[in-house]
């Protein structure tokens, strides 16, 4: 009986050499599985973290989005707050008296009293303070940064001599 | 110390003021739109923060379950 089986495996195998050698080399190789424990949980869980991956993905493309919206805001308010410092900065300030505002104490404007029908206020006789233009769009950033500080240092300037 | 305007330049000051006012308006319009997008970006954040953490625990399990399979 043994030596029957023999013979029979003998002829299978020559029989696969001359027919499919691809599928033989195969056969021939060890094929070893692992058993998962839980398959169905890990195949369920790969596709989770596939689904949102891709909603990590759509994700982004809202994220970018708001981002661009976002940008466009940010150079509206900046063109809004241009606007605004156009507005005090030169309309209003023109009918503003300019030049340093002096502290009057009581006590001063009793021994000088101001003359309410002198068309001109007691301002400071000094030169005005040189407060520059606002910048132009066309003049870079840095010389736009530099007049805003030199703006700034003149308005405190002006604070201070009030205070 | 008083600040004298000229009676003739009120009215334009006072139109010139209410230009400003609505400026302003128009300026606060537009940063409290900026903070509610600020607020929605943080919220995009934070889901994805969450997905990430989801997604590693997912990763985490297949993990071990491919490098620990059941024995025999």
């Keep these: 009986m043994v030596a ?20 033989e080399k195969k056969e021939i190789e060890p094929a070893y599985m692992v058993q998962l424990s839980d398959p169905k949980l890990v195949r369920k869980d790969l596709l ?4 949102e991956v891709i909603i990590f993905m759509q994700g982004y493309e ?14 509206q308010l900046r063109v809004e707050v241009k606007q605004l410092s156009i507005l005090v900065n030169d309309k209003l300030r023109k009918y503003l008296p300019k030049g340093k505002l002096r502290a009057v104490s009581p006590q001063k404007k009793e021994e000088e009293p101001y003359d309410s029908h002198d068309e001109q206020p007691p301002f400071a006789t000094g030169a005005p303070p040189s407060v520059s233009a606002p910048p132009s769009p066309q003049e870079p950033e840095e010389d736009n940064l530099a007049q805003l500080e030199g703006q700034l240092r003149d308005i405190e300037r002006q604070l201070q001599g009030i205070r | 110390m008083p600040v004298f305007v000229k009676i003739d330049e009120y ?9 400003v006012r609505a400026k302003m308006e128009e300026a606060k319009e537009t940063l409290a739109k900026i903070h509610d997008l600020k607020n929605e970006e943080d919220h995009q954040l934070e889901v994805w ?4 953490v989801e997604v590693e625990k997912k990763i ?13």
């Design chain 2, 49 to 52: 923060q969450n997905t990430l």
């Design chain 2, 11 to 19: 009215d334009d000051v006072l139109s010139l003021l209410r230009m």
């Design chain 1, 4 to 23: 029957k089986k023999k013979k029979t495996t003998r002829k299978r195998v020559a029989k696969q050499h001359t027919s499919h050698k691809n599928v």
């Design chain 1, 62 to 75: 809202k994220f970018r989005r708001i981002q661009e919206e976002k940008i466009a805001l940010f150079t």
């Design chain 1, 48 to 51: 989770e973290s596939l689904r």
């Design chain 2, 60 to 72: 985490d399990f297949i993990d071990h379950s491919l490098n620990e399979p059941e024995h025999f």
